[in-house]
């Protein structure tokens, strides 16, 4: 099983900032995503980080807003840009090393926006 | 498309007594289908997957699960519950095709009362 770091661990930011998540998974993997979990819900997924090119995000979720970039199979940021209070959420970071295997989830960074 | 839609929002059980989390699935393809719990303030937990072998799967800490395709339905259960397993529950679908994308449902919190 793979190991997904992610960094920050939590932070607490000022509206109108952005603030950038570093992800870095200990092998290589076939795919990446990154997920958001509102307070007290489930896990919405944002987007596939795709190696090399641009992302691919789900509906409600634009590059604007949620700029994601993956250089290599180990390592993916995400941006949150502009944020607004109600940015305030964890953020998931996840992995997927093949067909009919599970994903692996990072920690989460837990971000509120003052 | 898939989804997947977790029966209960809330269970509560005494300490001792067995534990049922329901959930219900929608997939084009043969679904691979997991269970993940998250504590407080923690990451989440790999707890059990299907990909397409054994119906009945178990899991860590006395879980197990039973794929019915005819009733589209993955339950979790366990047969005694204890204090430690009070936390959120997740069912999730993942799309053989992408790896490990993954469709969350809305999350089962379970309570046990001693």
């Known amino acids: 099983s793979a190991v997904i770091s992610q960094k920050p661990s939590r932070d607490i930011c000022q509206r109108g900032t952005s603030l950038t998540i570093q992800c870095q998974v200990d092998s290589q993997v076939t795919m990446m995503f990154w997920y958001r979990q509102q307070p007290g819900q489930s896990l919405t997924l944002i987007a596939t980080a795709n190696q090399g090119s641009e992302a691919t995000y789900e509906s409600g979720f634009v590059i604007d807003k949620f700029p994601i970039s993956r250089p290599n199979l180990t390592f993916s940021t995400l941006t949150v840009s502009n944020m607004s209070p109600e940015d305030s959420s964890i953020y998931l970071c996840s992995g997927g090393q093949g067909q009919y295997t599970e994903a692996f989830f990072g920690q989460g960074t837990r971000l509120t926006v003052v | 498309a898939q989804s997947v839609t977790q029966l209960d929002s809330h269970v509560s059980v005494s300490e001792g007594t067995p534990v049922l989390l329901r959930c219900n699935y929608s997939s084009s393809y043969s679904p691979s289908l997991f269970w993940y719990v998250q504590h407080p303030n923690k990451g989440l937990q790999l707890l059990l997957k299907?990909?397409?072998?054994?119906?009945l799967v178990k899991g860590i800490n006395g879980f197990e699960a039973e794929f019915k395709k005819s009733e589209t339905s993955f339950h979790l259960t366990k047969p005694s519950a204890h204090m430690s397993d009070a936390a959120e529950y997740f069912c999730v679908v993942s799309d053989p095709v992408g790896a490990g994308k993954s469709t969350f449902g809305d999350g089962t919190t379970l309570t046990v009362k001693p």
């Open positions: 299907y990909t397409s072998a054994a119906t």
